[in-house]
Structure formats: structure tokens, C-alpha cells
């Protein structure tokens, strides 16, 4: 991430890390616990998961065993793809909001909000429509890559975990925050190979599929909830850290160094004094003598009138 980057992004205040930190931790558990309330639909889970199937094959979808097949013909791809998908998700993207956060404070605050508005859309629909993902569904004839060959983050048993919610597949975080993450990566930098970052995306969403954690359909319906929180979403302009939180979280003021236009009221002005006038005469000028020799007479005509008591 430090390849060409814009320049740091003066007369912009950083949000208070304290209060980001909160925010973000905050969100992560009511995102945990939301999951947590969504178990227990398995019956409805696998429901849901016989007509996703369904559609796909009704709207010609490609099969996602043609993914996971091309996985399979390599042990060693399989562990790289279970390896990804287990170790890549939430790294990625905590590094991407800590670049923001130090280097962009205006991409990090528009970044944060998407991704808040990405996953709280992401829990409706999770509670809403708990959904099995293809390695559980008979129909799809898939492997569990993750349990088959490791490393899985997830339980053997899904009733049994208690870490994670395996009915919640529909839409794939894993790939909404990868896309995020890419789009982030390529608004915040300069370099000419900054549309690299949306490999990230693409290998992740042949990563979920290829170990059937996912289906199409998933990934498509994260595109579409991204899609419309970036259209509502947009980039600030400027950060203004005041009311409650500034005076609980101070920010530092920015320093004349880094911001010129701020003018330090408690200075005294220096009186203004004007630079004294120089004139300067073209050499071809004409002189006074010049001018007057040249347009006054040489001779004034007087009239004299004698008259009573008055001379004219």
C-alpha cells in the first residue's frame, strides 16, 4: 500500500482514534452477536439453499463445481484456497483502514461508512434468509474443501459453532469487503497499477466458490448492496471533528506548518506601511519646458478701456 500515493491530505482533520476504534469494535460485535441470533433456522437454511440452487441452474448460471474442480486437481491449490479464505478476510481489511486512517482521513471516514452500511444490509438478509451454503447442500455433489484438506475456521458440526454462523451465506461479506477493500485501495492511491488491487476480489471470489462456501448468487447480491452503498454513500469533502466527541477525544489543531491559511488571532498585526513611490521617465519623454514652449503663446493680447471711475 505504499506504492505512488497521493499526497498526505493537508487541512483535514483525522477523526479521533480513540472514538474509530470504539466505533469499529462496536460494529464487529453487533455484527457477531446479530449472526449468533440467526442459528437455529436450519431446516429453513437448507430451504432457502434448494432454491438458490434452483435459480441458478434456471438462469444458466455456471456451476460452481466447475471452480471447485479446477481446485481439486491440486492438493496444494486447495490448501492455498482454504489457506485465503481462512487468513485473508479480516487482515485485508483492517490493514486497508489503517492505511486510510493515517495516510487519507477523507477515503478512511467515506471507507468506514460503506463498510458499516455493507454489513448491517449483509445482517438483514442473514437474518432474514438464513441460507446453507453449497458444501452442505446434496444436491450440489461438493466437497468441503475446508474440512477435507484444511485449514477450516469453521466447526465440523454447524450446530455445534459457536464462533461463527454457517447458515449465513447469502450475501458473501468475504467477497463485499474484498470489493470494498480493492475500490478503496484504487480511490485513495495514484500509482498506474493501482487497478491491480482488483485482483484481491477476483482471486477471493474464485477462493468462495472454489471451496463451496458460496454461491453465485452470493457474490452478486454483495455486489448490488455495495453498489447502492456507494451511490448513497460519497466521499466527504472535508472532516469536521467537533461537537461531544472532540471534547472527549481531543484532536491536536493543525500547525501553521501544515495548514498557511489558518491566521493566528492572539498575534498582533504589524501595522501596514506603504512602499515609497518610485516614478521613472521614459527616455523619449518630453520635457516641462517642452510641453509649455509648445503650447502657450508668447504673447497675451491686453485690452485697456478708459472708463469713470474704473480701468478695464
Known sequence: MNGNTRGPERHTVRPPLIRELLLVVGLFLVYKLGRQLANGHTAEAFHNADRVWSFERAVHLPGEGAVQGALLSSDTLVHIANTYYASVHFPATIALLVFLYLRRPRHYLWTRRVLAALTAAALVLHLSFPLAPPRMLHAAHLVDTAQVYGPSVYAAKPATDTMANQFAAMPSLHFGWALMVAIGLVAATRSRWRLLWLLHPLFTLLVIVGTANHYWLDTIVATLLLGAALAVIRLPRTIDA?????????????????????????????????????????????TAADVLAASTPTHIPVELTATRGAAR
Open 242 to 286: 467537533t461537537g461531544f466527541w472532540r471534547h472527549l477525544f481531543p484532536v491536536p489543531a493543525p500547525t501553521t506548518a501544515t495548514a498557511p491559511h489558518i491566521i493566528d488571532s492572539r498575534r498582533t498585526p504589524t501595522p501596514w506601511t506603504p512602499a515609497p513611490a518610485t516614478f521613472r521617465t521614459p527616455p523619449d519623454a518630453l
